[in-house]
């Protein structure tokens, strides 16, 4: 079966830090860029972090920078998310994407070709 699954999601104070992961079945993420998306309640989608999959160069939204880190392994068929410094704007559905490249996974992502199902993230104190 061919599928995203994320997971590491969860409740976390503000200034606390979560890993999610997102790992692929039936297919190499190697092949792709992954990029990692994210819905805040009432909020319209919005790409947040993407990594390569040649070079690994790695992109991120101001909002995230300097914050959030994101890492393949592909010996485990995964992408990682390191959040650090949650807020609570943070807040929300997770999701990561397997896509062409950068520009085509962030700001096309109609035409990825796998997404996940998210994971719930939730900053509160």
């Known amino acids: 079966q061919v599928q995203l699954v994320e997971s590491g999601g969860g409740l976390v104070q503000p200034g606390g830090s979560l890993r999610l992961s997102c790992t692929a079945s039936?297919?190499?993420?190697?092949?792709?860029?992954i990029g990692w998306f994210r819905q805040a309640p009432g909020k319209e989608r919005e790409g947040i972090s993407c990594?390569?999959?040649?070079?690994?160069?790695?992109f991120y939204v101001d909002s995230v920078k300097g914050r959030f880190t994101i890492a393949r392994d592909n010996t485990k068929n995964t992408v990682y998310l390191q959040m650090s410094n949650l807020r609570p704007e943070d807040t929300g559905i997770y999701s990561c994407?397997?896509?062409?490249?950068?520009?085509?996974?962030?700001?096309?992502?109609?035409?990825?070709?796998?997404w996940g199902q998210g994971t719930q993230v939730t900053v509160s104190a």
């Open positions: 994407t397997a896509g062409e490249d950068t520009i085509a996974t962030m700001f096309a992502p109609q035409h990825n070709a796998y």
């Open positions: 039936g297919f190499s993420l190697d092949r792709y860029a």
């Open positions: 990594i390569e999959s040649g070079d690994g160069s790695t």
